[in-house]
């Protein structure tokens, strides 16, 4: 049964505001949910992607990857309550979406229709192995590997990072700590600006290998280094630190493509109806 989707929306918008959590929003960890839920798609298979919302289910609830996306997950169960009609994979895509928006960000097209996998006949393969999200430890090579293999060009994958705007690590869930910027709960292409000017060194400190300002204020991580140290992202990253609105404009269009990988839709090559012959 189909509801009412600006509804579900505007609760959404109603819960973001927390003033004991982190900097004082859900939002970021809301887009972080999407995005999870959404990059385990493998063009190649066609598995993974936020249809199904298998992130509900082991081995991807215990990705560790995935650590602290259970509070989102739990942050949204309300809402899930109040409009059961909604399913979750609709309801976590929705949810980041709605959040880029409230946080100043861009309008992100996004369309209802995903379906929740039965947890009652579920086998194996109906889940997405771990390891398909990408290793903030890693590089250019692997951070193409990984948005290559969801279908994704350098240009979408720079824009999509960008989203590091948001929120920030905590070193209970990736080990990393900080935040990218200044405003964690403001989207803008802060992120660009800082990470093109910025004089970035090693934090000292025994957790793993993050990039810092001088105030140890800021952070980044490796896999967002590589955009820099990369020739064609860094390109692109520095066309975005000088315009935000290229950066909003093709930011929406890569997160709402993104928030569609796996989805079936009737107009899908693989559902189209066999054309008849004139
Ligand atoms: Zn992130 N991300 N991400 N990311 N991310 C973290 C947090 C957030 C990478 C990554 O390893 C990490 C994209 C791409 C990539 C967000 C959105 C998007 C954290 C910190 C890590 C380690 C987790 C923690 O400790 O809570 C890597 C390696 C990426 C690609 C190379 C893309 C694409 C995103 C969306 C479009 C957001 C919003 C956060 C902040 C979450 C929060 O809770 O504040």
Known sequence: MAGDYGKVKEDIKAILKKPDYDDGSLGPVFVRLAWHA????????????SNGATMRFNPESNDGANAGLEHA??????????????????????????????MGGP??????????????????????PNGRLPD????????RDVFYRMGFNDREIVALI?????????SDRSGYSGPWTYTPTRFSNQYFKLL????????QWDGPLQYVDEDDELMMLPAD?????????????????????VFFKDFAAAFGKLVELGVPRANDPGNAPKRSKL
């Not at 929740?116 to 889940?127: E, F, G, H, I, R």
């Not at 903030?136 to 951070?143: N, P, R, S």
């Not at 960008?162 to 905590?170: I, K, N, P, Q, T």
């Not at 093109?196 to 934090?203: A, G, I, L, N, S």
Request: proline letters at 5%; a positive charge.
């Open 136 to 143: 903030a430890a890693q590089g250019q090579d692997h951070v």
């Open 196 to 203: 093109t000017t910025v004089d970035w060194r090693k934090k």
């Open 73 to 102: 997950r739990a942050f949204l169960e309300p809402i899930k309550q109040k409009h059961p009609w909604i399913t979750y994979a609709d309801l976590w895509t929705l949810a980041g979406c709605t959040a880029i928006e409230a």
């Open 38 to 49: 959404s990059g385990t798609y493998d063009k190649h298979s066609r598995t993974g992607g």
């Open 107 to 128: 309008q992100i097209p996004w369309k209802a229709g995903r379906t929740d996998k039965d947890p009652k006949n579920l086998t194996a393969k109906d889940v997405p």
């Open 162 to 170: 960008g989203a590091h705007s948001l929120g920030r690590c905590h």
């Open 225 to 245: 280094m590589a955009v820099l140290w990369d020739p064609e992202f860094a390109k692109i990253a520095k066309e975005y630190a000088k315009d935000q609105d």
